[in-house]
Each structure stands twice: as structure tokens, then as C-alpha cells.
């Protein structure tokens, strides 16, 4: 049953608590951020009881959190966030999700919009016979399975060093593109054989590559530093660790529902099935997950060969893509957090939620440490999305966390209702976005209107203070699995 708007209590225009009190059991607090307006869409499902559910987790430090994005997922909302203390705490994988280290990379182009657009259908349409989508899609280099156990173990630098990238790619990634703690051992051999083939596909979903231009800059100096102007082409990849990523997730949720009653925990809701990150089951799940974000960060290294190799076929050999930052969206990490004005190891669920670290991070590159981590946030096909950068806030409030999109407003059902293909396709034509897909489906269970006003979760995001506004993109093409 969804909780009442009654049951929170509002603390300024963009923040809503629900305190630990309202559920018996309640180890925390559970704080939303969200508008008037975003609060009433986010009431229509079962995110804040979600939410409320994963403040009953064993060893959860701060408060259970979600974005402005959340919306109802498995076990914890989309959007949600939670630190438990590495020590005593629990893992679970309904907190990192099926799509593991799904995320969003950013390239940078050295020509302006203006360059592109005559050429644009021929460039979507390179882009689509280069860079295979939809969900059983295969890639054009199929691995052996002595290579996967590479890509498992290296993620990034071993695409790289295949000669998928240039070497400073890397340095562009979250963690360099790849977790040193992964295990390619925990990975079972029905995730691998299902990931094998699989390495530069986009999937299905809500992924995309979008040839995008800088529309605003909001922070020149901060946008200068990132490399970004308007009208400049950009390029956005959004995708993940594919039919892997989504086995592993599989795999550990039967493994945890089994081991709860051994170390006896119990929950609110199954699909919250957890262990103590620190046990045998919960290490091999962690293992097993970082293998699985090296694969997505191989999979989206791949994805940006092939993309310069379109754009330098399309618009000639001069054309150069730099890579601005790919951010992670499902993870379960190890980080060092302030809790309690103390400095503590937590492992921090980041379900369809980015991080957002702030100026002087060490776990930044270099050359962004004087402003700030990019943030880049898409929103739906059609509409705007974002690049934000980190604020200290975040570190104090959220783990060093914001949204990662606009977040659904309406089911994928919902959402077909009434459509046709012809009808949307024409709509996106007419604003001068053109648009392929492998499916049907993957133009209607992502029309603009199935998704949040993109502008108002980043409104929110920006004016709580978790990350600030530095670029708007808007899309000149699409291609959806």
C-alpha cells in the first residue's frame, strides 16, 4: 500500500522526510528530494515504500535516500541510495540492480552542430549498422572464453589495449574504467556464455547513443575545464553490462534468498535479500558484481571505437571524439564517508543513481580536481540532458550522490497505449531529431512522455545543492535496441 502524503514531513521546497518512526523496525530515517509536482508523481507508486523498506537493512549508516528520479523498482526504488558499514553491514543486490554499472559516457566532438547536420541521416544511420542494438543483439568482436576472463578481470584498459580507444580514454572513467576487487571466478558459466558475444552492443531499454549539441552553458569556467562550448557536437552512450550483468544479478538474488535465515535476517520485503557484505556469499557477490561493471565499462569502450569510427567515415578522418567522462549508475562501493563526525568504511548502493564528488577529490581525474566530477545526467529521447558537476553538499547529505536521469512517469505498457511508431517517429522528425530502432517497442516504451520533466529533477538537484547545472544538451539523433 503507498504511503500518504500525511506520513512526510516536508523540510524546505525540496526535501521530504519520512521519519524512522512511521514503520516499526525503522533503523533510519528515509529522505526524498523532490518538487511539489515530482512529490505527486512519485506518490502514484511504491518508491517511498521502497525506500522505507531499505531503512530496515542490518548495518544502514546516514539515511535511506532517493532522487527526484526514483521511481519503483526491484527491492529498492530507482533512484535509491544507502550506505551500511562495511564492517557489520549487508549487501544487497536488489540496491545495485539487474543492469549492473549501467551508465553514461560522454564524448566531446571538435566540430560544431552546424558541421553535422548536413550529414546527419548518414551518420544515424552508419552509427545504427555499426554499433549493434536490441536485446539479443551481438558485437562485432565475440570473445573466447579465456579473453572474457580478461575483460572480467581489466574492464576498460583491456578494450583499450586491444585497440578499442586511445589511452587516455581511461583516466576519462570512473575508478579508470575498471574495479581491481572483481573476481571473475564468482561470475557463473551461463552469465559468461551469455556475455560473451555481447561486448560493444547497446541492448534494449533505455539505451541509447544520442548525437547531441551543447544547447547552454550555465557555467562557462566549469564548461571550459570539461572541454564543452555551445554548439559544439557531443555524443552520449548509455548502456551496461548486457545479459551478464542481468545473470549475475539473477544468480546472487537465489544464493542471498537462501543464506538470509542462516545469518537471521529478515526483512520487509524478499526482493531486499541481503548478506553481510563481509561473509563468503557476500563477498563473492561483490567479486562477482565488479566483474560484471568491468564488463559494462569494456562493453561501453568498445561502443566508442565504433562510434569514431562513424563519425570519421561520415565527416572524414579529421573528426576526433575526446572522452569528456563516463559515470556509473548501479554499483555497490567501498567508499570512506563522514557518519557521525566520524570518518568510516561504508558500502555504498547506488541503484539508478550517479555520484556526484566534489572539487579536491583524489578519485577524480586531474584535470577536473579544481572544479569537480562531471555529472551527466540524460533525460529521454527528445528532450534535454544534462552535464552537472559535483558539489560538497553531496558528500555531507547524499554519500557523494545525485539522480542519473529523468526517471519513468509511466509504465513501459502505459506507455505504448495509444501510439503508433509512424506518430512518434514523425513528432521527433519534425524537431529535426531523427531516430532508428531495432524494435517497435523500443520507440514506444520510450517516448518522452513516459519519462519526468527532465528540467525539474535537475532544478531540484541543483537547488538542494547535491551537483550544479553546467551544460544543457540537446539531441539531433537517436538509436534505441
Same mark, same amino acid.
Given at each position: 500500500?503507498?504511503?500518504?502524503r500525511?506520513?512526510?514531513?516536508?523540510i524546505d521546497?525540496?526535501?521530504?522526510?519520512?521519519?524512522?518512526?512511521?514503520?516499526e523496525?525503522?533503523?533510519?530515517d528515509?529522505?526524498?528530494?523532490?518538487?511539489e509536482?515530482?512529490?505527486?508523481?512519485?506518490?502514484?507508486?511504491?518508491?517511498?515504500?521502497?525506500?522505507?523498506?531499505?531503512?530496515?537493512?542490518p548495518?544502514?549508516?546516514?539515511?535511506?535516500?532517493?532522487?527526484p528520479?526514483?521511481?519503483?523498482?526491484?527491492?529498492?526504488?530507482?533512484?535509491g541510495?544507502?550506505?551500511?558499514?562495511?564492517?557489520?553491514?549487508?549487501?544487497?543486490?536488489?540496491?545495485?540492480?539487474?543492469?549492473?554499472?549501467?551508465?553514461?559516457?560522454?564524448?566531446?566532438?571538435?566540430?560544431?552542430?552546424? $558541421?553535422?547536420?548536413?550529414?546527419?541521416?548518414?551518420?544515424?544511420?552508419?552509427?545504427?549498422?555499426?554499433?549493434?542494438?536490441?536485446?539479443?543483439? @551481438?558485437?562485432p568482436?565475440p570473445?573466447?572464453?579465456s579473453?572474457?576472463?580478461?575483460?572480467l578481470?581489466?574492464g576498460?584498459?583491456?578494450?583499450?589495449?586491444?585497440g578499442?580507444?586511445?589511452? $587516455?580514454?581511461?583516466e576519462?572513467?570512473?575508478?579508470?574504467?575498471?574495479l581491481?576487487? $572483481?573476481?571473475?571466478?564468482?561470475?557463473?558459466?551461463?552469465?559468461?556464455?551469455?556475455?560473451r558475444?555481447?561486448?560493444?552492443?547497446?541492448?534494449s531499454?533505455n539505451?541509447?547513443? @544520442?548525437v547531441q549539441?551543447?544547447?547552454k552553458i550555465?557555467?562557462?569556467?566549469?564548461?571550459q575545464?570539461?572541454?564543452l562550448? @555551445?554548439?559544439?557536437?557531443v555524443?552520449?552512450?548509455?548502456c551496461?553490462?548486457?545479459g551478464l550483468?542481468h545473470?549475475?544479478c539473477?544468480d546472487?538474488l537465489?544464493?542471498?534468498?537462501e543464506?538470509?535465515?542462516?545469518?537471521?535476517?529478515?526483512?520487509p520485503?524478499?526482493?531486499?535479500?541481503c548478506?553481510?557484505?563481509?561473509?563468503?556469499?557476500?563477498?563473492?557477490?561483490l567479486?562477482?558484481?565488479? $566483474?560484471?561493471?568491468?564488463?559494462?565499462?569494456?562493453?561501453?569502450q568498445?561502443?566508442t571505437h565504433?562510434?569514431?569510427?562513424?563519425?570519421?567515415?561520415?565527416?572524414?578522418?579529421?573528426?576526433?571524439?575526446?572522452?569528456?567522462?563516463?559515470?556509473?549508475?548501479?554499483?555497490?562501493?567501498? /567508499?570512506?564517508?563522514?557518519?557521525?563526525?566520524?570518518?568510516?568504511?561504508?558500502?555504498v548502493?547506488?541503484?539508478?543513481?550517479?555520484?556526484?564528488?566534489?572539487?579536491?577529490?583524489?578519485?577524480i581525474?586531474?584535470?577536473?580536481?579544481?572544479v569537480?566530477q562531471?555529472?551527466?545526467?540524460?533525460?529521454?529521447?527528445?528532450?534535454?540532458?544534462?552535464?552537472?558537476?559535483g558539489?560538497?553538499r553531496?558528500?555531507?547529505?547524499?554519500?557523494?550522490?545525485?539522480?542519473?536521469?529523468?526517471?519513468?512517469?509511466l509504465?513501459?505498457?502505459?506507455?505504448?497505449?495509444?501510439?503508433?511508431v509512424?506518430?512518434?517517429?514523425k513528432?521527433? @522528425?519534425?524537431?529535426?531529431?531523427?531516430?532508428?530502432?531495432?524494435?517497435?517497442?523500443?520507440?514506444?516504451?520510450?517516448v518522452? /512522455?513516459?519519462?519526468?520533466?527532465?528540467?525539474?529533477?535537475?532544478?531540484?538537484?541543483?537547488?538542494?545543492?547535491?551537483?550544479?547545472?553546467?551544460?544543457r544538451?540537446?539531441?539531433?539523433?537517436?538509436?534505441?535496441?
Open positions: 500500500m503507498a504511503i500518504p500525511s506520513a512526510l514531513q516536508k521546497d525540496y526535501r521530504w522526510l519520512v521519519p524512522r518512526g512511521t514503520r523496525g525503522m533503523l533510519t528515509a529522505l526524498i528530494y523532490a518538487d509536482k515530482l512529490l505527486e508523481q512519485i506518490l502514484g507508486d511504491l518508491s517511498i515504500e521502497q525506500a522505507i523498506n531499505v531503512a530496515f537493512l548495518g544502514i549508516v546516514g539515511r535511506s535516500l532517493a532522487m528520479d526514483m521511481h519503483q523498482g526491484y527491492g529498492f526504488p530507482i533512484g541510495v544507502a550506505a551500511t558499514r562495511l564492517k557489520d553491514g549487508v549487501v544487497s543486490p536488489g540496491g545495485v540492480g539487474f543492469d549492473i554499472n549501467c551508465g553514461v559516457r560522454l564524448l566531446a566532438a571538435n566540430l560544431e552542430r552546424d $558541421a553535422v547536420t548536413p550529414h546527419l541521416r548518414a551518420l544515424v544511420n552508419q552509427l545504427f549498422r555499426d554499433v549493434p542494438s536490441g536485446t539479443g543483439a @551481438e558485437g568482436l570473445v573466447s572464453r579473453e572474457l576472463e580478461n575483460v578481470a581489466r576498460a584498459a583491456w578494450a583499450v589495449e586491444q578499442y580507444g586511445e589511452a $587516455a580514454d581511461t576519462y572513467c570512473e575508478e579508470h574504467g575498471s581491481s576487487s $572483481a573476481d571473475p571466478t564468482q561470475v557463473s558459466d551461463r552469465a559468461k556464455q551469455r556475455g558475444t555481447q561486448l560493444g552492443t547497446l541492448g531499454g539505451h541509447f547513443l @544520442e549539441y551543447v544547447e550555465f557555467e562557462p569556467e566549469t564548461a575545464v570539461f572541454g562550448h @555551445e554548439g559544439q557536437a555524443v552520449l552512450i548509455h551496461g553490462s548486457r550483468g545473470q549475475v539473477t546472487f537465489k544464493t542471498m534468498n543464506s538470509m535465515r542462516k545469518y537471521n535476517i529478515s526483512l520485503d524478499r526482493q531486499l535479500a548478506v553481510p557484505s563481509q561473509s563468503p556469499e557476500g563477498q563473492s557477490y567479486g562477482a558484481m565488479a $566483474a560484471a561493471a568491468n564488463f559494462a565499462w569494456a562493453n561501453r568498445v561502443i565504433l562510434t569514431r569510427k562513424s563519425f570519421r567515415q561520415v565527416l572524414g578522418e579529421q573528426t576526433r571524439l575526446r572522452l569528456v567522462y563516463d559515470v556509473s549508475h548501479n554499483m555497490a562501493k567501498s /567508499e570512506q564517508h563522514r557518519v557521525n563526525h566520524a570518518e568510516i568504511g561504508v558500502l548502493h547506488r541503484k539508478g543513481a550517479t555520484r556526484s564528488f566534489p572539487p579536491g577529490s583524489p578519485f581525474p586531474v584535470a577536473y580536481r579544481g569537480g562531471p555529472v551527466i545526467i540524460p533525460g529521454s529521447m527528445g528532450t534535454a540532458s544534462y552535464v552537472l558537476v558539489a560538497q553531496a558528500m555531507e547529505e547524499t554519500f557523494g550522490t545525485v539522480c542519473h536521469g529523468a526517471g519513468r512517469a509504465s513501459r505498457t502505459a506507455a505504448k497505449r495509444g501510439r503508433n509512424h506518430d512518434e517517429t513528432k521527433l @522528425e519534425d524537431r529535426g531529431i531523427f531516430l532508428r530502432s531495432q524494435t517497435r517497442d523500443g520507440i514506444l516504451e520510450e518522452p /512522455e513516459a519519462y519526468k520533466d527532465i528540467d525539474a529533477v535537475i532544478d531540484v538537484v541543483h537547488r538542494a545543492g547535491l551537483a550544479r547545472r553546467v551544460a544538451l540537446r539531441p539531433m539523433a537517436v538509436i534505441k535496441g
